[in-house]
């Protein structure tokens, strides 16, 4: 009763309101928030992602001929709506749909630039799990994202490979394209039977049939889209099996053997010693892929098997770059950002561990990197808040390094036990999810048992350097 009260209440006590107005107002329904199709609502990207359904697993099938650059796909999506859907969207940049299927019924469907809406031919009911089979195909484009320039699908001398932040996932298959909406994924990819096709996770089998091979891929873990990542071409490989998972390493064959072979072959021994710090690593194989391509200059943290470009070691790199990926393996990707501002997440978090493992292999200490920043008080780094640095800026000095210096500053004020025990209890309580600033500085005011939002206030929301 008390429930029925309250929205009469709700719906009839409006100032401007004429109080009988009609049958339908004697009994008037709660307004729900109306929901954003087109979006996930993320205010630094409000285009990214959808609102309305949840994905719960990708099945993706492409082949693809890099003789003539067309792929041709078929992706499986299994959904649950949030709400009630009488339509729906998915990301799809550029590429043509052939067919979509919605419950195994055929769909209409339209574009608005990247996004692709999906008309079922009956509305899915708020909870109700649905399939949705969209096949499609073309020649797939490459995307701008911010800082990194060209991203997403990128073809190469002899095939091609898909690398991206925030965005990418969209240049190769219709997808929810937001960290929000994690899920597993079945990826098959089949190519030109003398190719290599590498992707992440697991490699759930392989077969050749009239000249083109088929690499299927496993990931059994929740990923975020933009952390799905394939290259096919010419690889050297190493596979292994390490502490019970299979670890697998890739190196484009167009690059000379030596550095970068050696630090590919570092990746177990670097996942181990940050394991000491942030507890178990939280997927099931191991890896690493470094692509040959001048127009990639990054590295990237895509889930179990980061693609790293060359450019580290022709410059005569050391293992850090490493050691950053995989730190991300726990901080980005295992937890993930709920939105793009909370970014210093995943890049403060993998700052500090590439600092660690500098101070482990004597290339600097953490006190080091950290002083050397903080005695210029003309940096840029103090120009921007790292815990809100804006779209343009999610990749800024200030989020790697001032994020990584704020936990250092942590660090020395709550002591490394609580420092360490904060950082392990951030990745097991938040495993496989997705996470917020103020949800890190709740956990470290409960660990530490001491007030901290002044601290962080200071050190992630104000420009200006901190007073130590
Ligand atoms: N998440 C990637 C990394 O830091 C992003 C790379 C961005 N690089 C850049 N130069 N803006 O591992
Ligand atoms: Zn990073």
Redesign the pocket.
Known sequence: AAVVTATLLAGCSGPTRPLFTGAQDRFPEPVAAPVNLAGAGDPYFPGYGNGGYDVSAYDLKIKYDPATDKLAGVATVTATATTDLSKFHLDLHGLVVDKITVEGAAATSTRQGDELIITPVAPIASGKQFVTVVSYGGVPTAITAP??GVTGFLTTPDGAFTIG?PESATTWFPVNDHPKDKALYAIELTVPGDLDAISNGLLDGKSTANGWTSWRWKVTSPMAPYLATFVIGDYRTVEGVHKGKPVLTAVANTLPKGDVDEAMAQTTTITDFLEQYFGPYPFDAYGGIVIDDERV?????TQTRPVYSDAFWSRGQNTVVVA??LA?QWF?DSVSVDRWEHIWL??GF?TYAQWMWGEKIGVSTIQEEFDSRYRNPGDRIWDIAPGSPGADNI?SGSV?DRGGMTLHALRKLVGDDKFFTILKTWAAEQRDGNANTAEFIALAERISAQPLTDFFQKWLYETGRPAQ
């Open positions: 800082d990194l932040e200059r990054y590295a990237l943290e950053h990926e991300h980005g995943n890049e993998a990749f790697y």
